[in-house]
């Protein structure tokens, strides 16, 4: 039930332009960090994407023994199998119900929406994302991964652009994580371009936010 799944909240840029909202950028942080930690992007992105307001909400589970407000879409330490399956599945979820609210409240339609994620929110975005019966209007993804990348071809239902970026010195995950993903998404016929980052270990830098900028602008302008 949708009334049972946990609510999501958290920072919220409205458009540079003042005027109402004609596109959604769903910022999605990383494992043990908050809506907080990705909303400084907005300001940036707003330059290019002068109508769009900018959703960074917390992940609904807290971290054990995080004392600093971090937040997790999913226990990052569980092994693969079901039970981590599972869990991404119920993250996916909460942020479809999360999603189609704030689009029916702007009266806005999916491919209005692209989903930009950071580590384990680039995880969450492209499995909810190729998931979804519309497609969005993209998605971004700096320093992530694919899950269940053998699930993909039985149950993708939606192709939108994709972008990936990567850090070439990610010790957390490692580039080449980028590269099966890329592989893996360009074999189920998703349209996607990829990017690594020398130099950058586990985050995100000015020429990659540039690039994603650009990319949302194109897809959206389409």
């Known amino acids: ?36 930690d990705l909303i400084g992007l907005a300001p940036p992105l707003s330059q290019a994407l ?4 900018f959703l960074s909400p917390n992940a609904p589970f807290p971290c054990e023994g995080n004392s600093y407000g971090g937040f997790q879409w ?26 189609t609210a704030e689009l029916e409240k702007r009266d806005l339609d999916l491919s209005r929406m692209v989903f930009l994620g950071f580590s384990q929110g680039t995880m969450l975005s492209l499995h909810l994302g190729l ?12 320093s992530g991964r694919l899950e269940a990348p053998e699930l993909l071809e039985k149950e993708i239902r939606s192709r939108p652009p ?11 995950l490692p580039v080449e994580m ?10 189920n016929q998703v349209d996607i371009s990829s990017f690594r980052r020398p130099g950058l270990g586990h985050g995100i830098d000015p020429e990659g936010l540039k690039l994603g900028a650009a990319f949302i602008s194109r897809c959206l302008a389409g």
């Open 1 to 36: 039930m949708i009334d049972d799944l946990p609510k999501l909240s958290g920072p919220v840029f409205e458009p540079a332009s003042k005027q109402p909202a004609s596109s959604i950028v769903l910022l999605l942080h990383g494992y043990g960090a908050n809506g907080e």
């Open 50 to 53: 002068p109508d769009t307001v």
């Open 74 to 99: 999913f226990d990052v330490w569980q092994k693969e199998g079901k039970d981590r399956i599972k869990a991404v599945r119920y993250a996916a979820e909460i942020v479809e119900a999360y999603i």
């Open 131 to 142: 998931r979804l019966e519309n497609p969005c209007g993209a998605i971004v993804g700096y």
């Open 162 to 172: 994709v972008i990936l970026i990567h850090g070439e010195e990610d010790p957390l």
């Open 178 to 187: 980028m590269d099966a993903a890329e592989t893996e998404l360009r074999a």
